[in-house]
């Protein structure tokens, strides 16, 4: 059994940063794909981004290209984002998601999922 356990997650102003981590322990995600999904209240649940074992990303969601990265540390099977020039529409519980198929990933069906840390982006 896999457990992801996301941190890094807190209240920051406008235009600051901060860098999620989602640690993953029970065995080593190679060969699974790891994402990053965030969910503001009264909004479905949106698909922030994605990163393969060999390190190739793709950013899905529109408004965080440019501000967000995604990368990953195998050695320490971990997985972050790193959010700049943070805006208030950024608030959301961001989650962390783990799938052999960036497919199910993608969509929302991943094997293993983290319990979420909350971003706040005050104005």
């Known amino acids: 059994q896999v457990q992801l356990v996301e941190s890094g997650g807190g209240l920051v102003q406008a235009g600051g940063s901060l860098r999620l981590s989602c640690a993953a322990s029970?065995?080593?995600?190679?060969?699974?794909?790891m994402g990053w999904f965030r969910q503001a209240p009264g909004k479905e649940r949106e698909s922030v981004g994605r990163?393969?074992?060999?390190?190739?990303?793709?950013l899905d969601a529109n408004s965080v290209k440019g501000r967000f990265t995604i990368s990953r540390d195998n050695a320490k099977n971990t997985a972050y984002l790193q959010m700049n020039s943070l805006k208030p529409e950024d608030t959301a519980k961001y989650y962390c998601?783990?799938?052999?198929?960036?497919?199910?990933?993608?969509?929302?069906?991943?094997?293993?999922w983290g319990q979420g840390t909350q971003v706040t982006v005050s104005s």
């Open positions: 990163i393969s074992w060999s390190g190739s990303n793709t």
């Open positions: 998601a783990a799938d052999r198929s960036a497919l199910r990933l993608m969509t929302g069906r991943s094997e293993y």
């Open positions: 029970g065995r080593t995600l190679s060969e699974y794909v």
